[in-house]
C-alpha cells in the first residue's frame, strides 16, 4: 500500500519555568494507507503530542509532516483546519461530546460546519450511528449513554467528514474491559469497511492485540517497530 502520512526526524520541546521538557527526540515513521498501527509506551514517552504532531493539531520544532505529497507545515492555519476537518477523525480518551446536544446532533456537528445541510447531516449521523450499533440511542443526550455508548457516539461522529485517517488517543482509557473490547472491535470493523488509516497511541499493552504494525516509544524516541 501506498505511504499515506509519513514524519521525518521530529523534535519537540516544552519550556516550562522550571524546566525544558525534550518530548521527541528525532521521530521518524511513515504510515501506509489502510493500515493500523498501535502506537505503546509508558505515560509521558511522547505519543499524545507525536499524535498532535501527526496529525496537524501541532507543529513540531523541527522536522518534517508529509500527508500523501503535501507538506503540512507549509500550510496556514486556516489550511491546517480545513485538511484536518476534510482527511482526519479524532477520537480521545474522553469523549468531548457537546451535553446539550443529542448523540444525533453531536455526530451532525462536523458536518454543519462543512456546509451540508441540517437534513443531509442528521440522515448522514443516523446512518453512522446504526454502524456503532447506536441507532436506538439517536436522540438521547450524552448524559443518558453509558461510558461505552458514549465513546461510540464519538466514533461515529470522527466519521462524518469520511475521513482517510482515524487517530485514536487512548480510545479505551476510561472504560472497562469488556467495553473496551467491544470498542476495539468497533474500530477494527469500522477500519475494515471503509479501508481506514488507523493510529492508535495507548498506554495499554492489550491494544497491541488489535492487529496491524506495533511502536514502541520510550522517552521521546521510537525503540521498536516492526
Ligand atoms: N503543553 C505542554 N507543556 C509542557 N509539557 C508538556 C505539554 N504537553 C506535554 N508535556 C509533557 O511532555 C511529556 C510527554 O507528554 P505526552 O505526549 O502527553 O506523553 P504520553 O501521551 O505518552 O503520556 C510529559 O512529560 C508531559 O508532561
Ligand atoms: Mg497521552
Redesign the pocket.
Known sequence: MPTILKCENIFKT?H?EEKI?E?LRGVTLELEESQTTVVV??????????LHILSGLDEPDKGKVFYMNEDLLKKSDEEISAFRNQNIGFVFQFHYLLPEFTAEENVALPMLVQNISFSKAIERARVLLKEVNLEERASHKPAELSGGEQQRVAIARALANNPKILFA?EPTGNLDSDTSKLIENLLVKLREKYGLTLLI?T?NDELKKIGGRVIT?KDGKIIESN
Open positions: 516544552y516550562t521538557i518530548v509506551g509508558a505515560s509521558g514517552a511522547g505519543k499524545s503530542t507525536f488517543d497511541v498506554h516509544m
